[in-house]
């Protein structure tokens, strides 16, 4: 069992920046792809960004492909990601999972374990 915890969610303008935090616990954090995944009201859950176990290699959704930047410390078994130029459409509860994958997924279905989310809005 894996347990992740997301930090840092909240209110911001347009334009503005925030940084999330996943804090894991349980196996081996090394050991799974991380991904963060968000969910807007009366909207299925969608991908944003994922990255390698090792190596810090990413891959992101095209919506946010240039202003979102994920990295991870398996050090201390946390990952993040870096909002930058939010825009209204950001506005979601955002969700950070880990897989047994090594390939990229962009599925929330071949994600084995989640956090339960936290809160980002974005206010014109």
């Known amino acids: 069992q894996v347990q992740l915890v997301e930090s840092g969610g909240g209110l911001v303008q347009a334009g503005g920046s925030l940084r999330l935090a996943c804090s894991a616990s349980g196996r081996t954090f090394a050991n799974y792809r991380m991904g963060w995944f968000r969910q807007a009201p009366g909207k299925e859950r969608e991908f944003v960004g994922t990255?390698?176990?090792?190596?810090?290699?990413?891959y992101y959704a095209d919506s946010v492909k240039g202003r979102f930047t994920i990295s991870r410390d398996n050090a201390k078994n946390t990952l993040f990601l870096q909002m930058n130029s939010l825009k209204l459409e950001d506005t979601a509860v955002y969700y950070c999972a880990a897989s047994r994958r090594v390939e990229v997924t962009t599925s929330a279905y071949e994600n084995d374990y989640w956090g339960q989310g936290t809160q980002v809005t974005v206010s014109s």
């Open positions: 990255i390698r176990r090792i190596g810090g290699n990413t």
